[in-house]
């Protein structure tokens, strides 16, 4: 693809989407945009830009493609049993109640987690989960609490799957008692306001994809967002290191808290 044909789809993808390509990754935004645009579009740049403007299910399947909806429930099981018996009982001593986000939460797989270990540890009344994505398009099914198939619940145990979930023609469903505990919304993390005062941020597996002034940008907000104690739990290949960690004190595994005496935060551009 030319460069002047690739940056007039960045235009053009900035305009229907409101997705700032120039965030992510350079080279492998580039590539994926390239082999999309191959399998989809027959290599034709030009002819590809024009069907995303009249095309609604070829500008569907681009976006999907782009937001990278991707998760199953207890992804990484490791540090969900950390999250459980170290993480979420420290935060519940020092708090009576818990605000909870869970950022880029695609079809909901990560919130219903959340509220699963909270009801668990008998504090899922006392916590406020909000879950958003940018992607509108997943937030259907997620709010609906399924239907999820066998690939999104290879985490869970038999005990979980008899108590949380339910089976109907269609999937597998969380149980309402369960689904009535999360609020789901729309939220860019790019462009969005952050909220304030929570006391756990979960957003895993997307800082990878950003460039790493936009990564730092967000990693400050996110800082910003906590309360002091707060902590915020990200991917295994997200560590953070040199300047990224300043104003987080790593906890082990991925989480790092915004720490306890951290009562002004840093200034946030």
């Not at 909806?69 to 099981?77: A, G, K, M, Y």
């Not at 605000?99 to 006392?126: F, K, V």
């Amino acid at each position: 693809m030319q460069d002047a044909h690739y940056d007039q789809l960045k235009r053009t993808i900035m305009r229907l989407l409101t997705i700032d390509i120039d965030a992510y990754k350079t080279e492998q935004m580039r590539r994926r945009i390239e082999t999309f645009v191959t399998t989809h579009g027959g290599g034709d740049a030009v002819a590809f830009e024009r069907s995303l403007s009249t095309d609604k299910a070829l500008l569907a399947k681009f976006r999907d493609m782009l937001t990278i909806n991707v998760s199953e429930f207890f992804r990484d099981t490791p540090q969900f049993d950390r999250l459980h018996t170290l993480v979420l009982p420290e935060l519940l001593e020092r708090r009576p109640t818990l605000s909870i986000w869970s950022a880029a939460c695609s079809n909901g797989q990560e919130p219903y987690t959340l509220a699963i270990l909270l009801d668990e540890l008998g504090a899922i009344s006392r916590t406020r989960i909000l879950a958003t994505d940018f992607d509108r398009s997943v937030l259907p099914r997620a709010r609906a609490g399924g239907p999820y198939g066998a690939p999104d619940l290879r985490g869970i145990t038999p005990a979980r799957r008899k108590r949380y979930f339910i089976d109907r023609e269609d999937g597998t469903y969380v149980v309402d008692t369960l689904r009535a505990r999360v609020q789901f919304a729309e939220h860019n993390l790019l462009s969005s306001a952050y909220g304030r005062d929570y006391d756990l941020i979960v957003c895993r597996n997307v800082l990878i994809y950003f460039q790493p002034d936009v990564k730092l940008a967000v990693l400050r907000k996110f800082q910003a967002a906590l309360r002091p104690g707060g902590v915020i739990f990200i991917g295994g290949t997200e560590a953070l290191l040199g300047a990224e960690v300043e104003g987080y004190k790593p906890l082990g595994g991925n989480f790092y808290q915004r720490p306890l005496d951290d009562l002004a935060g840093r200034r946030v551009a």
